[in-house]
């Protein structure tokens, strides 16, 4: 069967309300996407059939019982926390960073594409990382590179929804986070984790804060190894030392040297379809980039490039290689550091 035919046929059976034909259609369709190399439609469908599947349970098992019933509100309530459920195409090659950081996250990796093999010695498997350096440095794309070399669901919180003003309520709803993750064998991933785990001896928390942390301590011990838990933080140091403790792993990202920026560019141009004028020369360009992060040399990049394409688009028509305006990019990082207060 083609693609095409299981989707007819998924229409159909839904329309039907035929819950298990639907389901062994979705299976079929599922495995099908699988051969043939579409892995993330895979996860998603996967997703949605085990989500799907355990409302079905939840709902049908509220009548025999008030527990059950406060597992189905639960997991409507932790749909609010979720800001994004997401599946990934990047790999680490896609990742420019210091060879450490690719090993320790490559050691990482392997540890879970092999994670039978070690519970079989009763080793534990590593799940619960910490990314910390400054903005634009690479963390999130190496949340991204996890999920999509373990061809793993990303569910990506939504800090902003779970913090609340009412006493405990904080804790609660990080409670119910990692009841839901308990069910799943995904990737939870947690932004300027900082602001939900400072320090405990900050005065101005007012003890509400402590005890969020102090849940946090909690919760940890008890994530099953099938899931994994990424942190990501600007501000590694704020974070309370006992909790920087039950990390597994922990990864500091820097800003670029010389070398890293010369594999941005390199990995920013290897379409083919740009290329460098020579009006400045490379090393003055990776020299002035120095000081900023991976995000900003980027932008300003491909800023440039689109500049250069408007400027000339008859080579577009003509399929020829567009040069970038080197003069224009060396503008734009100097008006980058200059904002950004770094002496040149």
């Known amino acids: 069967m083609s693609q095409f035919e299981y989707i007819k046929d998924i229409a159909k059976y839904g329309l039907e309300n035929d819950q298990e034909r639907l389901t062994s259609t979705l299976n079929e369709l599922i495995d099908y996407s699988k051969k043939t190399r579409k892995t993330n439609f895979a996860i998603q469908l996967q997703s949605i059939l085990k989500e799907g599947i355990r409302e079905r349970e939840a709902a049908g098992l509220a009548i025999h019982g008030s527990r059950k019933h406060l597992i189905r509100e639960e997991d409507h309530k932790v749909r609010d926390f979720i800001l994004e459920k997401i599946t990934s195409d990047y790999r680490l090659s896609d990742l420019i960073s210091t060879e450490k950081v690719k090993d320790e996250l490559q050691f990482f990796i392997r540890e879970h594409q092999e994670i ?21 440095c690479g963390k999130t794309l190496a949340s991204y590179v996890i999920a999509g070399e373990l061809g793993k669901m990303m569910t990506i919180i939504n800090l902003g929804a779970i913090v609340s003003s009412r006493l405990g309520e904080t804790s609660k709803n990080l409670a119910a986070i ?23 001896d900050n005065d101005n928390d007012h003890g509400e804060m402590k005890r969020v942390v102090n849940t946090i301590l909690q919760l940890f011990d008890f994530l099953p190894q099938n899931n994994i838990l990424i942190a990501a933080t600007n501000f590694g140091k704020a974070i309370d030392p006992a909790l920087v403790r039950r990390f597994d792993m922990k990864f500091e990202f ?36 120095e000081g900023l992060s991976y995000f900003t040399i980027q932008h300003t990049l491909i800023t440039a490039i689109k500049r250069s394409l408007l400027e000339a688009p008859q080579k577009h028509m003509k399929n020829e290689k567009i040069e ?11 008006e980058e550091k200059e904002r950004n207060n770094i002496l040149v």
């Not at 070690?118 to 634009?136: D, E, F, H, R, W």
């Not at 990692?178 to 990737?187: C, D, N, Q, T, Y």
């Not at 390199?266 to 990776?286: A, M």
């Open 324 to 334: 970038i305006d080197t003069k224009l990019w060396l503008e734009f990082l100097s």
């Open 178 to 200: 990692f009841r839901r993750a308990s069910r799943e064998e995904g990737i939870i991933f947690f932004d300027e984790f900082d602001s939900l785990a400072r320090m405990r």
């Open 116 to 136: 039978e093999m070690l519970q079989t010695y009763n080793l534990p498997v590593a799940n619960k990382i910490l990314l910390s350096g400054p903005s634009g």
């Open 254 to 289: 820097d800003l670029p040297r010389q070398k890293q920026i010369k594999d941005l560019i390199k990995s920013t141009l290897r379409s083919g379809s740009f290329i460098l004028d020579t009006q400045i020369h490379l090393d003055r360009l990776i020299a002035q980039a």
